[in-house]
């Protein structure tokens, strides 16, 4: 098997350099610690109390929508948009889809946006922030390699250089004022659930329920299948197109992913709107666009070619 993590496929620049590889420092690290541990805590404790009490239509309707709106901001917004210029957004859509994307806890929208196109930049070779091929082939190494894709990597030292992977939303003053504020729209993210609760039940503990499922419990699991596509969508699954990496197609993470986890063809197209590209592969993120577009909400959307998309497929 050819080696994934080839030094010399590497362009000229600092991710290139081995001394990116190091340990974050003790802030980085406390923070990666409190964003994974935090959720997966309210996880447990949600879990412990389903099984004796259930769970309330409202907190399961609160947590629904919460996921379905900040899922949408990153798989439409940040990635599809504003990484990959899928579609051009009018401003109000533009700003709304920021906002969301915000409110998934996943960082601001130029650290978030300049580390994915570093991703596809060098795509499973040295200077990919999350590879899972990162420590070579064999059983352990490749173990190692998952976690540090899964959530391992924020644990590391990975400067995004947004002057150099973003100039073109550096330059947009709503986008500025989004990311500079992603504080905010964390904690509000958080706060909504929490004061719907409140309003509806007349009651703290209702107000503490609706931030556990919506808030903690929401935030786990779309982190965890974000994360997935980093990790789970560059080691398993199928690969029909032909690309530099090791991306594949997750058809399990296909609904939870809002489409986002038909990673192979992603990676062998990367700016299209619809990463399912065959009929049958779900991408609701895809059907929002293509909503957006009818609307007049979005223009010169990228869809898919049946010409251009042969050219690559795999026998």
């Known amino acids: 098997m050819q080696e994934i993590l080839d030094r010399r496929s590497v362009p000229d620049g600092p991710e290139g350099d081995p001394a990116q590889l190091q340990a974050g420092g003790l802030v980085q690290q406390l923070s990666a610690a409190a964003l994974i541990c935090l959720p997966l805590g309210g996880v447990i404790y949600a879990g412990v109390r389903l099984w004796g009490h259930g769970i309330g239509w409202?907190?399961?309707?609160?947590?629904?929508?919460?996921?379905?709106?900040?899922?949408?901001?990153?798989?439409?917004?940040?990635?599809?948009?504003?990484?990959?210029?899928?579609?051009?957004?009018?401003?109000?859509?533009?700003?709304?889809?920021?906002?969301?994307?915000?409110?998934?806890?996943?960082?601001?929208?130029?650290?978030?946006?300049?580390?994915?196109?570093?991703?596809?930049?060098?795509?499973?070779?040295v200077g990919d922030p999350h590879s899972p091929w990162r420590y070579g082939t064999g059983v352990w190494p490749q173990f190692k390699g998952l976690w540090h894709a899964h959530a391992g990597w924020f644990f590391v030292a990975n400067p995004s250089e947004p002057e150099r992977w973003i100039p073109d939303l550096l330059d947009d003053k709503d986008l500025r004022f989004v990311s500079r504020t992603a504080a905010l729209w964390s904690v509000l993210s958080l706060l909504l659930p929490f004061l719907v609760g409140l309003a509806v039940t007349r009651t703290l503990i209702g107000g503490m329920l609706a931030l556990l499922w919506a808030g903690a419990v929401r935030v786990a699991v779309l982190h965890h299948v974000t994360w997935g596509v980093n990790s789970f969508a560059h080691m398993f699954g199928s690969r029909p197109y032909r690309t530099r990496d090791r991306s594949a197609n997750v058809a399990l993470l296909s609904v939870l992913s809002f489409g986002d986890s038909w990673h192979n063809a992603h990676h062998a197209y990367p700016a299209l709107a619809r990463h399912g590209v065959d009929r049958w592969q779900i991408d609701s993120a895809a059907v929002l666009i293509h909503w957006f577009e009818r609307l007049g909400w979005a223009e010169d959307v990228k869809w898919p070619q049946a010409s251009k998309i042969a050219a690559r497929r795999l026998a």
């Open 58 to 125: 409202l907190d399961l309707g609160l947590a629904v929508g919460m996921y379905f709106f900040t899922g949408y901001g990153l798989a439409v917004g940040f990635h599809r948009m504003f990484t990959h210029a899928s579609f051009r957004p009018a401003r109000a859509l533009k700003i709304t889809l920021a906002i969301a994307g915000s409110m998934a806890i996943e960082g601001s929208l130029f650290t978030w946006v300049a580390q994915h196109r570093r991703h596809h930049a060098y795509a499973d070779r």
